[in-house]
């Protein structure tokens, strides 16, 4: 089913040139489904950035094209992110931005998770 408003995978975006190892990150897990490193311009103390491995634009392309081994591999590592990093207590926030109205910027889907600090407001007023 195709996903309305995407664009097709660019593969010199960014993340997937991390993917690649033609730029560095700041690895903080990696297994078959996920990659997980620090992000460059942090928002909160912890500010970790979660991607899968395969070639999906955004969270729309992933829920809609990605396989259940994906998803469901992908979501285990975000929490296993957050377990390994021992946000679990007192606790965290994940967030992904989709599409124009979302902010997204890059075009590899990624779930940003936040911690180490109270995070206020869901949502900037
Ligand atoms: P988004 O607006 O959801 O697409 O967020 C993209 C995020 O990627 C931003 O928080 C950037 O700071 C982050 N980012 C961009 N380039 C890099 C990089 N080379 N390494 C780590 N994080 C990056």
Redesign the pocket.
Known sequence: MPVPGLGPYDDNN??AR?LRGE?P??RVYDDAFALA???????APV?V?VIPKGRYVSFADFSAGASEDELAGFFRAVGAVARHLELDQPGYRI???MGEH??????HF?V?LFGGRPLGPMLAR
Do not use: R, S, T, Y
């Open positions: 960014i993340f991390i730029i990150c700041k490193f620090h992000d460059i311009n942090p928002q500010h950035l967030l992904a931005n979302g902010g997204q910027e890059v075009p990624h940003h």
